[in-house]
């Protein structure tokens, strides 16, 4: 029989979970941290990944972390929301799966489980995405910024392409048309 797709487990034929960060114990959040800050200290230079510090990975008021079979395959967090004109905005960062799981709709799943969440605490997601990711952001619905669609302040280091999520958390939100 087949199961239907929740955010705690959506392939159990290939022991891959997507978890709520939140929902872990603080031991294991710490050693999520350290291995994502390090896994994006290693990656920045050659896929503009912007690297984290353990404790950017902490502050983060949601994230989703995929696993197989326990083991770590995947991250990606949003931060604290910032009011914006009549919004609030959370920015959607770190996406990360390790190279040899790629492919197989972790990013996807992990973005649009997280995506979801924040919707549901009416807030609208935003990102910037580096030449590895957009593809990702741009199937789950999110789409090119337009000039003063974000906070004040928000950049890239790298000048990574700001995207926003399309899709309205309530109905008094703009939800432009996909290219």
């Known amino acids: ?20 960060f939140e929902g872990l114990g603080p031991d294991k959040q710490l050693e999520i941290a350290y291995s994502v800050a390090a896994y994006t ?9 912007v690297p984290v510090e353990p404790e950017n990975i902490l502050e983060r008021q949601l994230a989703r972390v995929a696993f197989k079979y326990d083991t770590l395959i995947g991250y990606v967090g949003a931060s604290e929301p910032q009011p914006h004109q009549e919004f609030d905005m959370t920015r959607v960062g770190t996406l990360c799966v390790w190279p040899e799981y790629r492919g197989q709709n972790i990013g996807p799943r992990m973005l649009e489980d997280l995506t979801s969440a924040i919707r549901r605490r009416s807030q609208l997601a935003y990102a910037f995405c580096n030449p590895c990711s957009i593809r990702t952001f741009k199937g789950s619905h999110y789409v090119e910024a ?10 890239s280091p790298y000048g990574n392409q700001a995207m926003i999520a399309n899709k309205a958390p309530h109905s008094t939100m703009r939800v432009r048309q996909l290219p």
């Open 41 to 49: 200290q290693a990656r920045a230079a050659t896929e503009k990944i």
């Open 146 to 155: 337009q000039p003063g669609e974000l906070p004040a302040g928000s950049a």
């Open 1 to 20: 029989m087949n199961k239907p797709f929740t955010s705690e487990s959506w392939d159990d034929i290939n022991g891959i979970e997507i978890r709520s």
